[in-house]
């Protein structure tokens, strides 16, 4: 199959999962037990269907199918981490973060429900995360296990020594001098905690041994820190004219930045070492990893 | 053991199992997996520490103990419990939620950490619940199950369709016309949820059976309710010379009330009838259930 035939088939599978796990309700005060307000409903649906690459569910099907794992039982979990995902862009949009009126070319989720609401269709989509994972866990008692400890790696690369942390520090640090410590820091955790985590879960479902799992760790984690790194480099290549002094920050943002940092030699470097890194990691999986290897090579290329 | 001893017991426990799964950190770029970013550690200790009578927690413990369960591997869905109330309080006192300076009598996390943070603070202690409800769920595999089950039902009530539903529908009804479905609605989520939470959850650690998850359901769901109403009431009886007129809503915060709905007397009647159900409930237990009926008791004659 091609790659991007195999890429839709799994796209597919995670908005049908989506589609199962959250349809849109009707009533504002259901009368049933387990049913979503529907404004509270369409607030999340809004979010978590509004495009996007898929690509951190896209990963944990492939890992999941790579490793020889039941694909079944991979789908809610890719779901759950989309859901994970879209909060955490929901929050990150709210003033107070990054107060974004737009995303993607649509209102963000607080212009449209108003703050609140998105505040709460945020909360709304972390809690129905787990609450499908754990739901997921308890209906497939013959893996049980796997299924627990890929709720358990999905929840720490989330939480507050993952991406949350990333965030936390993200924000404290606008307007600070730039510092290559801490700006690894954010993008570790910021944003390749939550391209490990997918690579993670599906070892877990599919019972991979230490070995693999470590292969797959340090594939995600040196895709997550080039693919950060050349969003940086397109950001720059895009605003050439304007990017004035290199100061360490992202002109319009206050934030810091790789090439503002150590320049966008280096910057190109780091990004092709670290692809490079990732490719070798993948490769131990043989030809089993044509779509992973494909995947990578297909980041690798994107323009903005 | 007395009423008092014993609920301080309880309270040790989950202020001991807090401090062991959320130390303060020192610094702010953790050099080792795991560890949570100080500055973002303090925001969440700071609401999570803030006191308060620890009534859900408190309400998992002794129904484990009454149950027969093991009181171990209760402390940490008690505490995870204790971690989504105070995550559920930071958020609503955001602005765009209730914009609160001041929550028992201290600043609230916004007012100290900045919204940003308080947000991420909220979000931290939501989705760390879950880490530690997994890893522990991990570390228990003569439970597995059970403790799988306990998160579940911890989810499922705090979720889109229990205690967030409850907040949803309570910021769009903001400035409605009063109408008894909504503030029933209201209250049942918004209030019960998560006090029928840590019951169903200490039945699923102790496998306790049908009929008693039942009981200790209905002994819950009447306490939340009568809680609320009594909440309602005392603040109706506070400042009765400045109620004016009774328009369905609570003269401050433009909300629905029972006292503004129904009337002060109708309200004590409902309250007084939900006591009673509680602790008819409760009493299937017989004399483990003695702790349960003192805290209830104790809940019934509370003052402001």
């Known amino acids: 199959m091609a790659y991007h035939e195999q890429y839709s088939r799994y796209v597919g599978m995670v908005e049908e999962t989506i589609e199962k796990l959250l349809p849109q309700t ?3 005060l259901p009368r049933e037990d387990g049913i979503i307000p529907a404004h509270l409903c369409e607030a999340m649906r809004y979010s978590l269907l509004a495009g996007g690459k898929r690509v951190r569910p896209v990963l944990l099907l492939a890992a999941c199918e790579m490793l020889g794992g039941e694909l079944e039982q991979a789908k809610v979990p890719a779901a759950a981490l989309e859901m994970i995902h879209t909060y955490s862009l929901i929050h990150d949009d709210l003033p107070g973060m990054d107060d974004d009126d737009y995303r ?3 209102l963000t989720n ?3 429900y108003g703050v609140g609401q998105a505040i709460l269709a945020g909360d709304g989509l972390l809690n129905y995360a787990y609450e499908c994972l754990l739901d997921h866990a308890a209906a497939h008692p013959e893996n049980l296990r796997g299924l627990v400890l890929a709720a358990q790696a999905i929840a720490s690369r989330a ?5 949350i942390a990333g965030q936390s520090i993200d924000l404290l640090s606008e307007h600070m001098q730039p510092d290559a410590g801490r700006l690894a820091y954010i993008h570790a955790h ?3 905690d939550l391209l490990t985590a997918p690579l993670l879960a599906a070892a877990c479902i599919a019972g991979a ?5 470590e292969a797959l760790l340090r594939f995600g984690r040196c895709m997550g820190l080039a693919f950060q790194i050349d969003d940086d480099l397109l950001d720059v290549e895009g605003d050439a004219g304007q990017l004035g002094k290199q100061t360490g920050m992202d002109a319009q943002r206050g934030k810091m930045t790789w090439p503002s940092l150590v320049g966008v030699q280096a910057s190109r470097e780091k990004s092709r070492a670290l692809w490079d890194e990732a490719e070798r990691a993948i490769a ?3 030809e089993c990893a044509w779509f992973m290897q494909a995947f990578a090579q297909q980041l690798r290329g994107r323009k903005k």
């Open 159 to 163: 939480g507050v020594s993952g991406m």
């Open 26 to 28: 009707r009533e504002d």
């Open 110 to 112: 607080h212009k449209v």
């Open 284 to 286: 131990v999986f043989g």
């Open 190 to 192: 910021k944003t390749a």
């Open 209 to 213: 041994d230490e070995a693999q799992t």
């Open 104 to 106: 993607r070319g649509r």
